[in-house]
């Protein structure tokens, strides 16, 4: 008979959206007892995550499940790369990129069926300026965004939204330079983001192409663009097109330094975190184990809309028949969004 595997769940009480205690009795309630016995940790203070994940680590735990969202990940992860412990993730973020790349189910009880499959993969991972990330880094709008974003009292798509298209208004973009395996290339940019996993979360494809094995990071740079590019970045970010828009500039690399004038803001699985001129980021091949669904369930959902995202935002419901429809009808509720965050200011 096979020996049971120990898996350790790390729950942040008070991180994402889900209530820590359904998803506790759901994992006592789901988790196959024939497979696994577990413990429950709970977080207690910033970097708890990861002492607990490195204790499990050197104990021999099979798995360490994160309860959390991507900062927990985060945390988690960084402590078991390059480990025989695989991570396994129950989603409970405001975002959850990486589940979600890795078609992990967003509900509780789904992801807990993920775990009793119990199948483990090798993924890749990234590291900027010593931080290790799994999703994406980058520097700019995103990074400056994250550090609003973190002191923001309410969470959310709608959250990030707001605070998005708001400063967006004021922001500058800066000039930078990118060294990669090629030469040098500067640009002018709103933007650059380094992905290992396709999306920053809430299915927000940032780099469309992008994949978790092999070994290289897609790295995306915005140049400037005007309000009335707007409708059709928002509405490809969301849609898996982003990088057929003329405004969005692709490369692909296993290592990059990106220079820039001043010392400034950079962010990591959007953790903000101040650094220096220049920046390396490479990407590590298949350092991570990680538990994921044996067959990725079909998606009970469309794919997330932008549409529908900023008709919630201002209570109003789409008509669209069309692709042209959706950029006419993008264009129009972009105008009262950006009329009603101006007011704010």
Do not use: W
């Not at 057929?244 to 490369?251: G, L, P, Y």
């Amino acid at each position: 008979m096979d020996r049971k595997k120990r898996i350790t769940f790390i729950v942040n009480p008070i991180s994402g959206t889900h209530s820590k205690s359904v998803v506790l009795r759901l994992i006592d309630e789901f988790l196959d007892r024939s497979k696994y016995d577990y413990a429950i940790r709970r977080t207690e203070y910033a970097g708890h995550a990861s002492e607990i994940a490195a204790d499990a680590a050197r104990e021999g735990v099979d798995i360490v499940a994160a309860v959390g969202g991507d900062g927990t990940i985060n945390e988690i992860g960084r402590s078991l790369v390059h480990t025989s412990t695989s991570l396994g993730i129950i989603p409970c973020g405001s975002g959850n990129g990486l589940a979600r790349h890795l078609h992990i189910p967003m509900d509780p009880k789904g992801a807990i069926h993920a775990l009793n499959d119990g199948y483990s993969k090798d993924i890749d991972y990234g590291i900027i300026d010593g931080h290790p990330f799994f999703c994406t880094c980058g520097v700019g709008f995103d990074a400056f965004i994250s550090l609003k974003f973190a002191d923001a009292g309410r969470r959310g798509l709608l959250t990030y939204l707001e605070n998005t298209l708001h400063e967006s208004l004021n922001y500058r973009p800066e000039v930078y330079e990118i060294e990669n395996s090629s030469g040098t290339v500067r640009y002018k940019a709103f933007l650059i983001a380094c992905a290992n996993a396709s999306q920053y979360g809430n299915n927000a494809y940032i780099a469309p192409q992008a994949s978790l094995t092999d070994g290289m990071m897609d790295i995306t740079v915005l140049e400037p663009f005007t309000m009335l590019d707007v409708p059709s970045l928002s509405f490809q970010l969301f849609n898996k097109t982003l990088d057929q828009n003329s405004r969005i500039k692709t490369m692909k690399d296993r290592s990059i330094v990106i220079h820039r004038a001043k010392e400034g803001v950079f962010h990591f699985d959007g953790d903000p975190m101040m650094g220096g001129k220049d920046l390396k980021v490479e990407i590590v091949h298949q350092g991570l184990s990680v538990v994921v669904p044996l067959r990725p369930r079909r998606a009970s959902e469309p794919p997330s809309n932008i549409l529908q995202h900023f008709t919630d935002f201002i209570g109003r419901h789409p008509f669209a028949s069309s692709i042209t429809g959706r950029h006419r009808q993008l264009l129009l509720l972009n105008q009262q969004i950006l009329r009603r965050l101006s007011k704010k200011k």
